[in-house]
């Protein structure tokens, strides 16, 4: 991330950042506002669809 508000990619996996609700969109529709924690969610769910 270069920006504080940047949109979060790991792999195949993307969360955007919504000013709306002030944190990350999850794929499973949850708000995320803590970066260093989507982030570590976004590993575990790319690894989760890798795995399949």
Known sequence: M????????VGKVK????????GW???SGE??????KAQ???EELD???GAR
């Open 2 to 9: 270069k920006h504080h508000r940047d949109f979060i990619t």
């Open 15 to 22: 969360c955007m950042y919504s000013v709306l609700h002030r």
């Open 25 to 27: 969109l999850m794929p």
């Open 31 to 36: 708000v995320v506002r803590n970066p260093l």
């Open 40 to 42: 570590r969610l976004a």
């Open 47 to 49: 690894t989760k669809r």
